[in-house]
Structures are given as structure tokens and as C-alpha cells.
């Protein structure tokens, strides 16, 4: 802690040497909301917005946002807000979300885990996810994606949902996918794929050789959209190579080369069997994201090993504690007005602000946070677009729809 403590005095200029939250000089940001923003000598700008939990059982509400509503596609953080429906309440705070796909046919498909209203938008990978349950507790904890597809023969695969695919690898696709991107250059690098095999980057959504089958309820069980601890029954339709969106109320399911050689025949009309399950179970979570990693575990750093970790970038995180929820910043990448900080400042920045837990969120040009309605940060480069995002609401009185 001698380390931690002599970083921030030696560099804070406005609040001083602190230990704890509370001797920040929080600003109100209205009922419920206070932020700070303050400069280091290094120098490093640092924004928080803090949301009191109790208003989560009176008039706040959190929610994950997807940009241009598909999974395929990237926009700034506030043209997400401008797409909430006014009934669901007003934006009062926000702050990017997950990693993301850069490149390719998937391009601003989330790294990880993302429940969108209820639905399984991406499934679970990386060291954690953040979500909201039931009872308005928040969580960070490792989450592991169960989505599988039985076949006849009572075999059963992993699937992913809604991402490229590599040849060993089977995903489903959903129409919140949204339109692919027309990819023709050739992949040069590749990445860890969350269904376990290498799939290009800036490529095609799977490699050549596979197939495509489109998915058709079968029966009258539960459909589209896709939740978390349903199980769906489904046949297939059609057979293809290659498809570019999928059609409204119903799924796609594509195969890599190597796993469709070990299948069971798959034919028209063909019944399979989804299960949407998860470690720990997330039924009934209506809003939750991430990869992390968990930054900050019970008023401690959690030890990080990311790649990028020790290096100043511009940094997001998420904290909590019994009476707060923080949405932080740090900018960075700019010379002589702020240069970035390492992951494992970030976490001693919110340990400071008073977190007993805090995960990870995209950083670099992704940085962005907001305050009824307007960025308080300084972005890299001015806006940038990112995937989703984690926004709270303040739910409308009687009063502010009458006067609509």
C-alpha cells in the first residue's frame, strides 16, 4: 500500500493523499449523481461519475445499450442513447462497454458476454462479466457460456452466438446479428476465438468449406428472442454457403469445415435441441456485459496480466461498493494533457474512489463517459465508435409525461 499511497500523493494536485472515497470533492450531478474530474502532475485526467444505489429501488434503472441495435455495427456512445425509446426513461449517466471485433465481416461484435433487455445478445468469454440480478445486486464474477446444440443422435457441441467462426467451431446466428460486412481482403493475423479455435481477423464470418442451415421452431416452446436457461427446439430449413443476414424469426446455424466432417447428416428438416445455459446460472438477468478482468476484489487489486496491462493507455472501469456504483475514467494517448496509466492504476484509482469490486471495460479511443447527456471526458481523437454500453436511467414521473 506504501507503493499505492505514494503514486497518488506525489501526483494528486486537487484532492491530495486519500485512502478512501470520501475525500474526493464530489460535485452533484443531480438527484442521486455526484462526479468528480481532476489532473495529476504526470499528467493524467481522471473522471468518475458515482451513482447512489438507493435509487435503484426508487427512480434509476441500469441497462446495456448495442450499437445500431445489431451486433453487427459500431457508433458513438450518445447516438446510443438517442436510440432509447423516451418511455424507457431519461439517459443520466453512461460509460463504454465491452471489447470488440475491430475488423472483419462481425465487426463491433462484443468480446463477451452481453444480455440486452433479457436477450443472449454474445455469449460469455474472458476472466469475468458484470450484471445486475433480480434483487438489484451487482456482480463481477467469471461466467462460462453452456450453449449447446444436441443433435439427433443425442450428441452434443458448444456453439458460439453471433461472431466469427474457425473450422472446428459451429455458431448460431440470431436476426440481432444485424447485416454482415462485406469482407474481401485476406485475414493477415489471427485471434483466440471464444469457441476455442483460431478464426480470422478482418476476415470472412468462418473460413471456407462449411455450411449453413436456417432454423425453424419446431413445436410451440419458447423462440426468439434468446434468453438465458430457455431450452429451444428447432429444425432445419434450408441448407446454404455463406449468407449475408438472417431471416426475421429465425436462426442460421453455421458449421466450420472440421466439425461439420464429424457431424451426424444433417438434412432438411433435421430437429435439433438449443440450451442457453450458464455458469452461474444468469436466468431472468435482464442486463449484463463484459470480459474484464476483475480489476479490484474485495477492496484489494486483483492481480492482472492482460495484454497491454503495464503499458499508459486511456482506461474504463466499472466499481462498486454497498451504497455506490462508479463509472470511471482515466484519459490518455494525449501529450502534455494526459497520457493513460496502467491497468493496475486503474485499479488503485478505484480502490480510492471506494470500490470493494471493479472490472475492466474497453479503454483506449473506446474511453468515453457521460453526464445527463453530455461526454465529461476527454476522448483520444475526439468521438470514437464503440460496441455497447452500460447506461443509467432515471425513470419518468407522471408529471414529465403529461407534459410530452
Known amino acids: 500500500m506504501r507503493r499505492r499511497m505514494a503514486w497518488w500523493s506525489a501526483a494528486v494536485l486537487v484532492t491530495g493523499p486519500f485512502a478512501h472515497g470520501e475525500e474526493f470533492s ?6 442521486g449523481l455526484a462526479m468528480i474530474r481532476f489532473t495529476n502532475s504526470v499528467p493524467v485526467i481522471f473522471t468518475a461519475v458515482r451513482v447512489e444505489l438507493d435509487h435503484f429501488n426508487k427512480d434509476f434503472s441500469l441497462i446495456t445499450t448495442l450499437a445500431s441495435n445489431t451486433v453487427a455495427g459500431t457508433e458513438p456512445l450518445a447516438n446510443q442513447l438517442k436510440r432509447l425509446p423516451k418511455e424507457s426513461g431519461t439517459p443520466v449517466a453512461a460509460i463504454n462497454g465491452d471489447f470488440f471485433m475491430m475488423s472483419g465481416a462481425a465487426k463491433g ?35 462460462s457460456s453452456k450453449l449447446t446444440v444436441t443433435w439427433p443422435n443425442r450428441e452434443t457441441d458448444l456453439a458460439g452466438l453471433n461472431e466469427e467462426l474457425g473450422t472446428n467451431s459451429m455458431v448460431l446466428f440470431t436476426p440481432r446479428m444485424g447485416a454482415l460486412y462485406n469482407v474481401t481482403n485476406t485475414p493477415s493475423s489471427n485471434r483466440r476465438g471464444r469457441t476455442g479455435s483460431l478464426i480470422p481477423k478482418g476476415g470472412p464470418i468462418r473460413p471456407p468449406g462449411g455450411r449453413e442451415w436456417v432454423l425453424e421452431p419446431a413445436g410451440s416452446g419458447p423462440w426468439l428472442p434468446l434468453r438465458i436457461g430457455h431450452t429451444y427446439h428447432a429444425r432445419t430449413a434450408a441448407s446454404f454457403d455463406g449468407f449475408t443476414n438472417v431471416p426475421p424469426g429465425k436462426m442460421i446455424m453455421s458449421v466450420g469445415s472440421n466439425l461439420l466432417a464429424r457431424l451426424p447428416e444433417i438434412t432438411n428438416g433435421t430437429a435439433i435441441t438449443i440450451s442457453t445455459a450458464t455458469e452461474p446460472d444468469l436466468t431472468g438477468i435482464q442486463s449484463g456485459l463484459g470480459t474484464g ?106 408529471d414529465e409525461d403529461a407534459n410530452d
Not at 26 to 31: A, E, K, L, V, Y
Request: a negative charge; hydrophobic letters at 40%.
Open 26 to 31: 464530489w460535485q452533484d450531478g443531480g438527484s
Open 109 to 143: 461484435d462484443p468480446r463477451g458476454l452481453h444480455i440486452l433487455n433479457g436477450e443472449l445478445v454474445s455469449v460469455a468469454a474472458g476472466p469475468a462479466a458484470f450484471w445486475q440480478d433480480k434483487h438489484g445486486q451487482l456482480h463481477g464474477e467469471p461466467v
Open 293 to 398: 478482468p476483475m480489476l479490484v476484489r474485495e477492496g484489494k487489486p486483483y492481480e492482472v496480466t492482460a495484454r497491454m496491462s503495464e503499458q499508459p493507455h486511456p482506461r474504463a472501469a466499472l466499481g462498486w461498493n454497498g451504497k455506490h456504483l462508479y463509472l470511471a475514467v482515466a484519459d490518455g494517448r494525449q501529450k502534455q494533457i494526459s497520457v493513460g496509466i496502467r491497468l493496475s492504476e486503474m485499479a488503485d484509482f478505484m480502490i480510492a474512489l471506494g470500490c470493494d469490486e471493479a472490472i475492466d471495460l474497453d479503454g483506449g479511443q473506446s474511453t468515453t463517459l457521460m453526464l445527463n447527456g453530455a461526454v465529461i471526458n476527454q476522448p483520444t481523437n475526439g468521438r470514437h465508435d464503440v460496441a455497447n454500453g452500460i447506461v443509467i436511467l432515471r425513470q419518468r414521473s407522471g
